[in-house]
């Protein structure tokens, strides 16, 4: 059901792939070139990785349905949908940055808390995604 794991990204004509650290300060160095670290809350940059995770959401419905069509014709229309479809969420990925920095976090430790709360968990899975026990 998965994609397997892919990166345009390093068949882009670059000499060096940019590190997690080096874009997310560029993410930081935009948002406060936009004024948005001094004028945003954590609150509104969730509502923001919201709107561009509902923003993904489509260009995967429609990849999907372009998937599933499969014919010839569409395959130009597939790699467009699937190129957006990677923009939008590095968009999802960029506003949560933003509001983890407005929270005063380090991205890291907030991903090493999550996953150490999610590995505990059972549960199974119910049409496609994992429904945790209560």
């Avoid at 899975?125 to 994992?130: P, S, T, Y």
């Amino acid at each position: 059901m998965g994609r397997a794991l892919k990166s345009s990204y390093g068949n882009q004509k670059k000499t060096k792939m940019n590190t997690f650290e080096e874009l997310e300060k560029r993410a930081y160095n935009w948002a406060g070139d936009k004024g948005i670290l001094n004028n945003s809350t954590v609150v509104l940059q969730l509502k923001k990785a919201g709107e561009e995770l509902q923003e993904a959401r489509d260009e995967a419905i429609h990849l999907r349905f372009i998937e599933e069509r499969g014919t010839t014709a569409d395959w130009e229309e597939h790699d467009q949908l699937d190129s957006n479809l990677e923009m939008e969420m590095g968009d999802v990925l960029v506003a949560t940055l933003i509001s983890i920095r407005l929270g005063g976090y380090e991205p890291l430790l907030c991903l090493e808390k999550a996953l150490n709360k999610i590995e505990k968990r059972t549960g199974k899975m119910v049409d496609g995604q994992f429904v945790k026990d209560n």
